[in-house]
Each structure stands twice: as structure tokens, then as C-alpha cells.
């Protein structure tokens, strides 16, 4: 018996860290060139209907030039997602399918453009 709950733990142990892993390496850098100042900013998984309810730039906006450090938590394990934007001056963008676990900087440019490395 004292050796089954040590497995199951170690199982336990393993498995969590694999997701606080995955998670880690869905963090990434987004860096705005577009040319205008984002006012909003939300992430949604790939081929889905809705956004993270939060807006991750807050009460704070990101300015041409600027970046922000976007951060996953440990639930949060789709690989692909996509971004939309809002512009001070009212317009906005939607950028798709990235895939997190291979990129760690997004920068996003004028007219929907992204690159990723």
C-alpha cells in the first residue's frame, strides 16, 4: 500500500509539472508596431467563439514601439490562439492562429501583418 501512494504522488507530482510546463512555454512578448496606440488587447484559443474575459493591457495602453509580456496560467493549454486589438482612434484588428508553444515574441504590424519568432 505504502508503495502504490508513493506512485500515485510521484504520478500526481509528474503530471503537474507538466502542465505548469506547457504553460510556461505559452508565455510570449507582443510588441506593437503598428503605427497606433492599442487600447485593448484579447486572446482567445484558435477556432473559438470567444476571447479571455480580460483585457490584458488593463487600464493601460500600448503605445507604437512599446511591448507587454502576455502570461498563461496553468489551465489555459490550447496551442494555437489568436488576438484582437482596439485602436485609440477606434478601429481594430484580429490576428490568428498562433501557435504558442513554438514562438515566444509576436510583433504585430500595420494591416494585419504578424511575425513571429
Known sequence: MKKFLLALLLVVFTVGMALTASAATQNFDLYNMTGKIMVSLYIGPSGGNSWRSEDELGDFALDH?????????????????????????????????????SISKITLKKGGVAVCE
Not at 512599446?66 to 484582437?84: G, K, L, Q, S, T
Not at 477606434?90 to 490576428?95: D, N, R, V
Open 65 to 101: 514601439g512599446a511591448a507587454v509580456a502576455i502570461e498563461f496560467d496553468p489551465w489555459d493549454v490550447a496551442r494555437y490562439w489568436d488576438i484582437f486589438v482596439e485602436f485609440n482612434d477606434g478601429s481594430a484588428l484580429e490576428y490568428d492562429h498562433f501557435d504558442l508553444f
